[in-house]
Every structure is written in C-alpha cells, then in structure tokens.
C-alpha cells in the first residue's frame, strides 16, 4: 500500500515557478514509478510527467523544456518543478505510483494523492 499526499501548489503569476512536492509513505517506494498528472476545470486528467524506480524520466511533448520531474529516494519524496508558468497550466495537479513503466497510461497508476491546487495569474 502506499499513501501519496502532495504539497506545494498555490496562486503564481505567469512567468513565475513552483515546486510540487509529494511525499510517499510505504516501505517499497523506491519499487514504482511515479507520474504526475494535471485535470484543468472542465478537462480530462492529463499526463505532465513521470520518474521511473531507475531515475529515468518522461514528459509530455507540450511540456518538456519547462517542468522537471525528480525524486530523493531517502525523503520518499518527489518532485516537479514547474518555470515559465503559463495560465494554461492552471489545474489540479496529482501524483500517482505505478508498479509498472508505462508513464502517459493513466490506468498504468495504482495509487494517487488527493491532489493541489496550482492557479497561473495572467
């Protein structure tokens, strides 16, 4: 089993950055993959990034250049760094853990967090 809960997210203007954080609990973190995904108002959840066991990492087509994902296996903690924020990138983000390395398959994700809030000011 694991637990996922994300932090970070907030109001920032266009142009300016943040970090999602999401901390894991569960002994065998290290084990999945980890994505991150976003679901802006009246949009289906989407795929931005994801970070397999490996350290390998894959991202959108729109989004690569601009957000970054990472980890710190001993704080079971993930991250993605957003820059350049556009008010389009205005969603709920979530994090979610998968067993498998399928990042962009949603279904591939057995795990999620509750997600945060990340509002892009123009």
């Known amino acids: 089993q694991v637990q996922l809960v994300e932090s970070g997210g907030g109001l920032v203007q266009a142009g300016g950055s943040l970090r999602l954080s999401c901390a894991a609990s569960?002994?065998?973190?290290?084990?999945?993959?980890m994505g991150w995904f976003r679901q802006a108002p009246g949009k289906e959840r989407e795929f931005v990034a994801a970070?397999?066991?490996?350290?390998?990492?894959y991202y959108a087509d729109s989004l690569k250049g601009r957000f970054t994902a990472s980890r710190d296996i001993a704080k079971r903690t993930v991250y993605l760094q957003m820059n350049s924020l556009k008010p389009e990138d205005t969603a709920v983000y979530y994090c979610?853990?998968?067993?498998?390395?399928?990042?962009?398959?949603?279904?591939?994700?057995?795990?999620w967090g509750q997600g945060t809030q990340v509002t892009v000011s123009s």
């Open positions: 970070i397999s066991w490996s350290g390998s990492t």
């Open positions: 569960g002994r065998t973190f290290s084990s999945y993959a």
């Open positions: 979610a853990a998968s067993k498998s390395w399928r990042p962009g398959i949603q279904e591939e994700y057995n795990y």
